[in-house]
């Protein structure tokens, strides 16, 4: 139940870091970069949170006091992270530190703590899974914890778009804010993330270390050691078994790492065509120039500036593909290129002239519009009313800025459709993960994961073939399917040749090869997805599908027969 909770703080991360982030201020190709906070907060938190428990034990246990301290402070970052701008104030809205702002950097904080916190959290409860567990029940524990990690990603992959269609919430920000769904949706993950790992800790009795050498047929081992030499030991004594299992997670982990940051942007510019062709650039970049700035404050004079040098910079051709950072759809809402007040100011000449068109989606955005300006708070007309004023209304101009506001609303559909899908890939893992331990047993876990792998690979290349949101699910089935068995296999083979006195620094080494993949791809994917493909990532999300190919070939590499499962584990 406690992993449920993290799983659902996690798929909110997963799902809306990288549009929250772009919100704040960030473009496409700097997305990587900010995601290392991850993998580098689990490379060092892991190994000692799992070598910390094996030799610790206190009132709550040996592996509860982690799941409650980093519960505590997850909690605290899904609070705080979509919150950024507002922790930064005004005064330090135009402060920048080596090219970002404060906003962005305050965002990159929160995120590392939130990563932090995850890791406290999850290396104990699979360590937890080998402690409590005979051997030869490793592959059915793993499955009904993948069966929980699924049900917690599935409520925390959808929340954004079940606040916005169900209960109204608006997916539409203001600029260089969240837009108010997925503030929402992460203080709910918050609260669920606190309560069940609360309910974790009342009802799970972990063994003394006494009676778990007993049970495990161990001697009880007290003697003090260097933590950090025994780390390093550790991992250069690792068996055969870990080391072959290595390469599959670097090249799985490498594929999941690359659809989680890349999946937002790359639907938005397959399936929704957020872009502007030559033309409308060329129109943008000159009426830009043509702004009087003379009254800017500094928040909005440096929105302008970075709008237009990122137009400068560019020289689009007919036949290119440009994403529209957020630069370039936020300025808008700012008042920039058009004031705000004066398409209100129309909306509502509108609305008094022909009533009979405020009807349905109309009159609910009007009423939100109204709701906010009655409240203070900023004026964001929104596309579908500034459509209609530029269909019935006479301002000059108005057909590029209600072509910026249709393209930046249909970048958070975007945001929002990928939550669906990343809803929809852990509800394929949650059915799937009932099947693994029969399957296993079938077969083998070296051949369910290995098809498996395969099957994922296959589904993230296909996005590149999807250009209708109707039909993105079926990408999906093969994901998800990678997913419950990524969560398991691994894991249910691994503890076989691992010594039950080290199974949580052990896990905690594991988790090398699932972080170094990410952080070599966060290095590497920004700066491949700018230069090579004109920011167009969908063509990179495609190289992930093909790791996950390649780490289904390494599966082969297992010693385990791939038809028949033995009565006995091989332990390598």
């Known amino acids: 139940?406690?992993?449920?909770?993290?799983?659902?703080?996690?798929?909110?991360?997963?799902?809306?870091?990288?549009?929250?982030?772009?919100?704040?201020?960030?473009?496409?190709?700097?997305?990587?970069?900010?995601?290392?906070?991850?993998?580098?907060?689990?490379?060092?938190?892991?190994?000692?949170?799992?070598?910390?428990?094996?030799?610790?034990?206190?009132?709550?246990?040996?592996?509860?006091?982690?799941?409650?301290?980093?519960?505590?402070?997850?909690?605290?970052?899904?609070?705080?992270?979509?919150?950024?701008?507002?922790?930064?104030?005004?005064?330090?809205?135009?402060?920048?530190?080596?090219?970002?702002?404060?906003?962005?950097?305050?965002?990159?904080?929160?995120?590392?703590?939130?990563?932090?916190?995850?890791?406290?959290?999850?290396?104990?409860?699979?360590?937890?899974?080998?402690?409590?567990?005979?051997?030869?029940?490793?592959?059915?524990?793993?499955?009904?914890?993948?069966?929980?990690?699924?049900?917690?990603?599935?409520?925390?992959?959808?929340?954004?778009?079940?606040?916005?269609?169900?209960?109204?919430?608006?997916?539409e920000p203001i600029a260089g804010s969240v837009a108010p769904n997925v503030?929402?949706?992460?203080?709910?993950?918050?609260?669920?993330?606190?309560?069940?790992?609360?309910?974790?800790?009342?009802?799970?009795?972990?063994?003394?270390?006494?009676?778990?050498?007993?049970?495990?047929?161990?001697?009880?081992?007290?003697?003090?050691?260097?933590?950090?030499?025994?780390?390093?030991?550790?991992?250069?004594?690792?068996?055969?078994?870990?080391?072959?299992?290595?390469?599959?997670?670097?090249?799985?982990?490498?594929?999941?790492?690359?659809?989680?940051?890349?999946?937002?942007?790359?639907?938005?510019?397959?399936?929704?065509?957020?872009?502007?062709?030559?033309?409308?650039?060329?129109?943008?970049?000159?009426?830009?120039?043509?702004?009087?700035?003379?009254?800017?404050?500094?928040?909005?004079?440096?929105?302008?500036?970075?709008?237009?040098?990122?137009?400068?910079?560019?020289?689009?051709?007919?036949?290119?593909?440009?994403?529209?950072?957020?630069?370039?759809?936020?300025?808008?809402?700012?008042?920039?290129l058009m004031d705000e007040s004066k398409i209100w100011e129309e909306v509502v000449q509108l609305k008094d002239s022909k009533p009979e068109l405020f009807k349905g989606i109309l009159e609910e955005r009007y009423e939100l519009v109204q709701n906010s300006i009655d409240k203070g708070d900023d004026i964001v007309v929104g596309s579908a009313l500034t459509s209609a004023v530029m269909e019935h209304g006479s301002i000059e101009g108005l057909e590029l800025i209600s072509k910026l506001k249709s393209l930046a609303k249909e970048h958070q559909t975007a945001g929002d459709q990928t939550g669906v899908m990343f809803g929809i890939y852990n509800f394929i893992a949650l059915i799937f993960a009932f099947l693994l331990n029969p399957l296993a047993k079938a077969t083998s876990r070296k051949f369910v994961h290995f098809a498996s792998l395969m099957l994922g690979g296959v589904g993230l290349i296909s996005l590149l073939f999807v250009h209708n949101a109707d039909y993105l699910w079926v990408s999906m089935i093969g994901v998800g399917i990678a997913w419950a068995s990524i969560l398991a296999m691994p894991y249910a083979l691994l503890i076989d040749s691992l010594p039950a006195n080290k199974m949580g620094v052990y896990m905690g080494i594991f988790n090398f090869f699932i972080v170094i993949p990410q952080i070599i791809n966060g290095f590497i994917g920004g700066p491949i997805i700018h230069s090579f493909f004109n920011d167009y990532s969908i063509n990179y999300l495609m190289f992930g599908g093909v790791f996950m190919v390649l780490a289904a070939l390494f599966t082969l590499r297992i010693r385990e027969p791939l038809f028949s499962h033995p009565n006995e584990p091989l332990v390598e």
């Open 1 to 171: 139940m406690g992993f449920l909770g993290i799983q659902m703080g996690f798929g909110l991360q997963n799902g809306n870091a990288s549009r929250i982030l772009t919100d704040f201020g960030a473009d496409v190709h700097e997305l990587s970069m900010f995601w290392l906070v991850a993998p580098f907060t689990g490379l060092i938190v892991q190994p000692i949170i799992g070598h910390m428990g094996d030799n610790t034990w206190g009132k709550l246990g040996r592996r509860k006091p982690y799941f409650l301290v980093g519960a505590i402070l997850a909690a605290l970052g899904l609070i705080f992270l979509p919150n950024s701008d507002v922790l930064a104030g005004e005064s330090l809205k135009a402060t920048e530190f080596l090219g970002l702002s404060a906003i962005l950097w305050m965002g990159v904080i929160f995120l590392a703590l939130m990563d932090a916190s995850f890791n406290i959290s999850m290396e104990p409860f699979r360590a937890l899974v080998g402690d409590m567990l005979p051997k030869r029940q490793g592959t059915l524990g793993f499955s009904v914890q993948t069966i929980l990690i699924s049900v917690g990603a599935i409520l925390g992959s959808l929340l954004p778009k079940i606040l916005n269609t169900v209960f109204g919430i608006s997916n």
């Open 183 to 336: 503030v929402w949706s992460f203080y709910v993950g918050a609260i669920i993330l606190i309560a069940t790992i609360l309910y974790t800790i009342v009802t799970i009795k972990e063994y003394a270390p006494e009676d778990f050498a007993k049970f495990q047929g161990t001697t009880e081992k007290k003697e003090k050691t260097n933590m950090f030499a025994d780390i390093f030991r550790d991992t250069l004594k690792m068996p055969l078994r870990m080391r072959r299992l290595a390469l599959v997670q670097f090249f799985s982990w490498f594929g999941l790492f690359t659809m989680w940051v890349y999946t937002t942007n790359s639907i938005a510019q397959n399936v929704y065509d957020v872009e502007l062709g030559a033309a409308d650039y060329m129109d943008l970049k000159e009426r830009l120039l043509e702004v009087d700035t003379s009254s800017f404050d500094k928040d909005k004079l440096k929105s302008y500036h970075k709008a237009v040098e990122g137009l400068v910079n560019l020289s689009p051709s007919s036949e290119d593909r440009y994403f529209i950072n957020s630069s370039i759809s936020s300025f808008v809402s700012q008042g920039i």
